[in-house]
């Protein structure tokens, strides 16, 4: 059974030592020089209106956002000189985001994707070169000659992995975490809410050039979430992975921002972290009205319906000999373009267990 995908664990370095780090990559510019005078603009000059491409698109225009565009990213400060043409993403939220945002057409390659894409983004990720199952190794990378990596975990980004972050920078090639998943105090999301979930799209935006795409796609994951109709707070425990010990989605990150807006109660939501391992009597002494379970290829959603089946203890649950489940595919667990929508589901799929 492959390894369970967990969330990021905290980078070996120290913060001083990743604060003090700032990466500048001059990415090739193969826009018309519009973009280069963009740049040089003084403040009060205004810039190029950017051009508009709708959420899942391919880019058929040049971005016409100012550059440089510099981000301090989980206490690392990278400087764009112009839009990146050639990107690689690691992790599915990554690449969905990017695919959101109209730019599928850069991606020369992916990796340890957590399950097929949503519906409306899949043609677009459809023809885009998958390079690893987990994280590819430096060599596979640096063969795309891409000019950004896009990571959905600070830990993608190590010596046995793609490679560090200032090593990749030595070779021109530009990095970007997905802030959500920074770890650092003053970096890490703390709760996470879906004003941070918006920033990130709005930021990836200004880094690839897509600041009007960017804006379309908050727009519309605001207007998903303005339309829901919140529960009345059952109860319920986020269950991700683990079997003998249940690894549940505790009260700072992606599962309680989203519980939390459907209207529901997470029973882990006074541990202070994204996610937790507890134990099953944990589990057993809360009696939670739902189970939410994440579908995931090594830990699937019937395994757990199994689990809980042949379970003594768990069996006895109100929610479990009533099948009181809510499945969630792992890819929408994490911060991401699928959050709104899995908000909306959550309270559908509970709506219709009758509560």
Not at 275 to 282: L, N, Q, R
Request: hydrophobic letters at 45%.
């Amino acid at each position: 059974m492959p390894t369970p995908a967990l969330p990021d664990p905290s980078a070996a370095t120290t913060p001083a030592s990743r604060r003090s780090r700032a990466l500048r990559v001059a990415l090739p510019l193969v826009v018309t020089p519009l973009l280069a005078l963009a740049g040089c603009a003084d403040e009060g000059t205004p810039s190029a209106a950017p051009t508009t491409s709708a959420p899942g698109a391919a880019s058929t225009t040049a971005p016409a956002s100012t550059f440089p565009v510099t981000v301090d990213n989980c206490g690392t400060e990278v400087t764009f000189d112009a839009p990146p043409e050639r990107i690689v993403t690691i992790k599915s939220s990554t690449a969905e985001l990017v695919a959101a945002l109209g730019a599928a057409d850069r991606l020369v390659g992916t990796a340890f994707s957590d399950g097929p894409p949503p519906a409306d983004l899949a043609p677009a990720l459809a023809d885009v070169p998958v390079i690893s199952e987990k994280v590819p190794g430096q060599e596979a990378l640096l063969a795309l000659e891409p000019n950004l990596v896009y990571g959905g975990w600070e830990s993608n980004f190590s010596a046995d992995g793609v490679g560090e972050r200032d090593v990749l920078a030595g070779y021109d090639i530009a990095t970007y975490v997905s802030p959500s998943a920074c770890k650092e105090p003053g970096y890490q999301p703390d709760p996470l809410t879906f004003d941070d979930v918006f920033d990130e799209v709005r930021e990836a935006g200004a880094v690839l050039g897509e600041p009007a795409a960017a804006e379309e796609v908050v727009a519309a994951q605001q207007a998903t979430l303005d339309a829901v109709e919140p529960l009345a707070g059952q109860s319920v425990v986020w269950w991700s992975s683990g079997t003998d010990t249940p690894f549940v989605g505790a009260g700072i990150g992606a599962p309680q921002m989203m519980l939390e807006a459907a209207g529901l109660t997470n029973v882990f939501a006074g541990v202070h972290d994204t996610w937790a391992s507890v134990g099953w009597e944990e589990v057993v002494a809360a009696d939670p009205d739902v189970l939410v379970l994440v579908d995931s290829v090594w830990n699937t959603a019937e395994n757990k319906k199994a689990a809980l089946a042949a379970n003594p203890a768990t069996a006895a649950l109100d929610a479990v000999r009533e099948e009181r489940y809510v499945v969630v595919p792992f890819a929408a667990s994490e911060a991401g373009v699928r959050n709104a929508d899995t908000v909306a589901d959550l309270v559908a799929q509970v709506t219709a267990l009758g509560g």
